[in-house]
């Protein structure tokens, strides 16, 4: 148990619909990552926030969005939901940033299927 | 954008065998890790490499950072089949910690 918990686990909506995807992060992490895996490939950055701010952002799509809120659950929204966003999305945390990476933990993902 | 390719993307052999992961960029990472990932979890960290020529041991796994720190890989010695699983390797960029991941190699070890 990495000690980060996403919710849901499972997800099947239509297309054209609006999901929320929630993260807790390890407690004392400050820093909380967004990443996207579609079927056999590596993971792709979508977006850190760093104690409530953005930090970093990646290949985020527009109808996509986050925010991390004062107690430093992050969610993760995805709005005109296409088939192709259909993958498992995962969120990770860590201590915080600096100038070497600290461990990242990763949660168990929420599946996405888009139908 | 700083790119890290895998290679090779899948990879079979059988209990025994030694096999060697790569992970090239073109780009210089301030640190680089490897993870493993197997069917329905999340990534678990094996090792970060920090500094160029660096060689980490972890049992039988093997981790080189390049002296440039641009390229990583991994050797794994007589591989057994509870090795097999997805291996990723990450680099963490100079202007922050975003982990930036490869695509990853699909090892499969048969008894």
């Known amino acids: 148990d990495s000690g980060v918990t996403q919710t849901p686990k499972h997800l099947i909506t239509a297309t054209g619909q609006r999901v929320t995807l929630r993260c807790s992060p390890r407690?004392?992490?400050?820093?909380v990552y967004w990443y996207q895996q579609s079927l056999d490939q590596g993971l792709q950055f979508l977006i850190q926030?760093?104690?409530?701010?953005?930090?970093a952002k990646g290949n985020i799509l527009e109808r996509f969005s986050a925010q991390q809120f004062p107690d430093l659950h992050s969610e993760l929204n995805l709005s005109s939901l296409e088939l192709g966003d259909s993958a498992l999305y995962f969120c990770?945390?860590?201590?915080?940033?600096?100038?070497?990476?600290?461990?990242?933990?990763f949660g168990q993902g929420t599946r996405l299927t888009v139908v | 954008t700083q790119l890290l390719e895998q290679s090779p993307q899948f990879l079979s052999i059988q209990e025994g065998e030694n096999l060697t992961v790569y992970c090239n960029s073109s780009?210089?990472?301030?640190?680089l890790q490897w993870y493993r990932q197997e069917p329905g979890e999340g990534p678990v960290l094996l090792v970060t490499?920090?500094?160029?020529?660096e060689v980490k041991k972890l049992k039988r796994l093997t981790f080189q950072f390049g002296d440039a720190r641009k390229d990583s890989s991994l050797h794994i010695t007589a591989a057994q089949p509870g090795d097999t699983g997805l291996y990723l390797c990450?680099?963490?960029?100079?202007?922050?910690?975003?982990?930036?991941f490869g695509g990853g190699t699909r090892l499969m070890v048969k008894p």
């Open positions: 407690s004392g992490d400050l820093s």
């Open positions: 780009s210089v990472f301030s640190s």
């Open positions: 990770a945390s860590s201590l915080g940033p600096g100038r070497v990476y600290t461990e990242a933990f």
């Open positions: 490499v920090v500094t160029g020529g």
């Open positions: 990450a680099g963490v960029g100079n202007a922050g910690n975003m982990l930036t």
């Open positions: 926030y760093y104690n409530g701010e953005e930090r």
